[in-house]
């Protein structure tokens, strides 16, 4: 046996990587074959259709910098005996501008409207001294120019080199030469993944911190490192990664003992069509966040991911940074074989201080998280807030394990959480998953036992979640809310759900010697059911006795769940709308829920203007919010404190309301600010 796994592994390295890839996938499948999942695509639900992104073709970026040089590339009238120095004198190809040795004071204008083949490549080119000059990559002429970089493993590569400008274009990378030969040039042929635009800080260069980016006015599509793949690589498993290789939009990434990649700017970015993750910024410091080699200052605004296959975007140990005017539609797309089919509209890991605001996430697919934006383990210090998200398969909230300070507020959720494992209408799914949650607050971590998150504050959202808005799929309606939470809010919220939310989410779970409770009732694990076995879903984990809460244990978990209105409640536990015994779930806790109608404008809608309640008197009874005992924070939330002063469309706030909109409101559809606020970028 021992001699046959020598000899396989000798074969698998003597293998192109191409068919070492289509052998690592074929491989993955096949141990993904006891979860079988149907390759349809899935349908929103309430007949919804996302909007297609548009984008646009103009030269848009204006810049006051002197340059050294400017050369120029027109693939059909430039010669690449040219200087380049001037339009006139362009050269042909980008093959013969990497044999120009770019550097800082250089500009490069690509010929717009042609398709210019091949990749751009600044590598190692920092001094010991900061440089005073740009780069600059862009366009001239009528239009956005092509980057084709099919064959390549970057549109744009920037590596160990800072103060890079990248406007104006336009890239693809769809597949290789082959499957059997993904990379054209010899010294590529050892990597398997593409990128529209990478930047990477690593331990090629001592000068390895990068500083200084600026990417605008760019449109990113149909990036695969595959030609084909006969077989969905949709993931079908918990951890299943096949290994074969992804197509990325913009990736900025410290490696290992690169130096960390500090200010950078993202605008007018469009990502359509790739087979991994949209936009991703990732470190290498600790897993908190807290030290050197991270990602630092990323501001990102006006962007669009659409049809990723993977996440839509995705922030790991990236700090002091902010989202906002931007969408997120249909991640985890499965329309093509090649794609993951999996993911978050955008999800974060290991930030500190990041702040997402007046985005739209809409249309997560595939099993595990897929929410539309979710805050995984080891943050501190992040805010989603005035975000409207809708139609995202996994749910709306998800604060997992060791977080601490982080909040959902004055959002808008339409119909999230429809994922539901045992609905025969929802078989694309396979066997492995859970069930969508609206709801999750739960001590999920890296570690064997849950732990926090600590001090959550989620306030004054808009919650539906209607039979209607779910058709044809049958909802779960889950919450997952956790005893390991150390300090939770949950106020003045609306949670506007028409079918009595299941009991299903209490889920008291025995691994590791100990309790793993993923449920609040007031009940935690005793001990493991006799003869329990493992589920694979809960990772390991086994059904479980369960006992009362003590007091100190009550007192640890903080909870301050009061003023929430609920469709389904009433002092009577019956309500007019349904006649529901007891409406709230058994175990469900509220110190003060309030009934009543928040009277929407319409609320079988899909858009936040439909979510404007009339009822002045119910929605002005909102509570103040107060700072947690457990939180020693200055303000509680590291974003402006507690006290927000507009309302989810920007209207002043008078008082104290509940949900995120005032009654009556104004509508300013800030979804829409990109096309008012399109300035073109100066500098």
Not at 107 to 124: D, R
Not at 131 to 147: D, F, L, P
Not at 208 to 217: Q, R, T
């Amino acid at each position: 046996m021992k001699n046959r796994f020598l000899q396989l592994s000798l074969l698998l390295y003597l293998l192109p990587l191409g068919l070492f890839a289509q052998v690592q996938l074929e491989s993955a499948l096949k141990d993904a074959a006891n979860a079988p999942i149907i390759e349809d695509v899935p349908e929103a639900p309430n007949g919804f259709v996302f909007e297609k992104p548009t984008t646009n073709n103009k030269i848009k970026y204006k810049s006051s910098l002197k340059f050294n040089r400017t050369i120029y590339v027109d693939a059909i009238n430039g010669k690449d005996k040219n200087d380049g120095l001037s339009a006139k004198e362009a050269i042909k190809s980008l093959k013969k501008l990497g044999e120009m040795k770019l550097t800082f004071g250089d500009q490069v204008l690509l010929k717009g409207n042609q398709t210019h083949f091949g990749t751009i490549e600044l590598i190692n080119l920092n001094k010991g001294s900061k440089a005073q000059k740009k780069i600059h990559i862009g366009s001239y002429g009528k239009g956005k120019a092509t980057i084709d970089f099919k064959g390549y493993p970057t549109g744009v590569m920037i590596q160990n080199t800072s103060n890079v400008i990248v406007t104006d274009l336009k890239m693809t990378g769809n597949g290789g030469p082959s499957n059997d030969k993904l990379m054209k040039r010899p010294q590529d042929k050892f990597k398997d993944q593409r990128y529209g635009i990478r930047i990477q800080s690593d331990e090629t260069h001592k000068h390895s911190l990068m500083e200084d980016f600026v990417i605008y006015n760019v449109d990113i599509y149909d990036v695969f490192l595959l030609n084909s793949a006969e077989t969905s690589r949709a993931c079908r498993q918990w951890n299943m990664n096949d290994g074969a290789g992804w197509g990325w939009g913009v990736f900025g990434q410290v490696l290992k003992k690169g130096k960390g990649i500090n200010n950078v700017t993202v605008k007018h970015v469009t990502v359509e069509n790739v087979s991994q993750m949209g936009i991703r910024f990732k470190g290498s410091g600790k897993i908190d966040g807290s030290a050197p080699r991270n990602v630092n200052n990323v501001h990102i605004e006006y962007c669009t991911v659409y049809q990723s296959g993977g996440p839509g975007m995705q922030f790991n140990r990236c700090n002091n940074s902010h989202l906002k005017y931007s969408r997120i539609t249909e991640s985890g797309n499965r329309n093509d074989k090649r794609k993951w089919g999996r993911g978050s509209g955008m999800w974060t890991w290991g930030l500190q201080n990041f702040l997402f605001e007046y985005n739209v996430f809409e249309g997560a697919q595939g099993i595990a998280d897929c929410c539309g934006a979710h805050i995984d383990f080891n943050c501190k210090n992040v805010v989603l807030q005035n975000n409207l998200s809708r139609y995202n398969a996994g749910g709306f909230i998800e604060i997992l394990g060791l977080n601490y300070n982080c909040s959902y507020r004055y959002n808008i959720s339409v119909n999230d959480g429809w994922r539901n494992m045992k609905d025969p209408a929802q078989a694309f799914w396979g066997k492995v998953g859970t069930p969508g949650c609206i709801v999750t607050v739960n001590g999920h971590n890296h570690k064997k036992q849950y732990e926090g998150p600590y001090q959550t504050y989620i306030y004054n959202n808009t919650i539906i979640n209607t039979k209607a808005g779910n058709a044809p799929y049958k909802n779960p309606n889950v919450f997952n809310i956790s005893t390991s939470n150390e300090g939770l809010v949950m106020m003045n919220n609306i949670f506007w759900i028409d079918d009595k939310t299941t009991t299903s989410w209490s889920m008291h779970r025995w691994k590791d010697g100990a309790d793993y409770d993923a449920a609040f009732d007031f009940k935690i694990s005793k001990a493991p059911k006799p003869n329990a076995k493992p589920e694979k879903g809960f990772d390991g984990s086994v059904a479980a006795n369960i006992r009362p809460m003590n007091a100190e244990e009550l007192a640890k978990v903080e909870l301050n769940m009061r003023n929430n209105i609920y469709q389904l409640y009433n002092e009577k536990g019956k309500d007019k709308y349904t006649k529901v015994e007891n409406a709230l779930p058994k175990g469900y806790w509220d110190e003060k829920a309030l009934g009543g109608n928040p009277d929407f404008v319409n609320e079988k809608g899909s858009d936040a203007a439909d979510f404007v309640p009339k009822n002045t008197a119910l929605i002005s009874a909102g509570e103040k919010i107060e700072k947690l005992k457990s939180d020693k924070t200055e303000k509680g939330i590291y974003f402006g404190g507690l006290e927000v002063k507009t309302d989810f469309f920007g209207n002043p706030i008078k008082g104290n309301i509940i949900g995120a909109v005032v009654p009556n409101a104004k509508i300013r559809d800030w979804s829409k600010v990109m096309k008012e606020n399109d300035k073109p970028l100066e500098n």
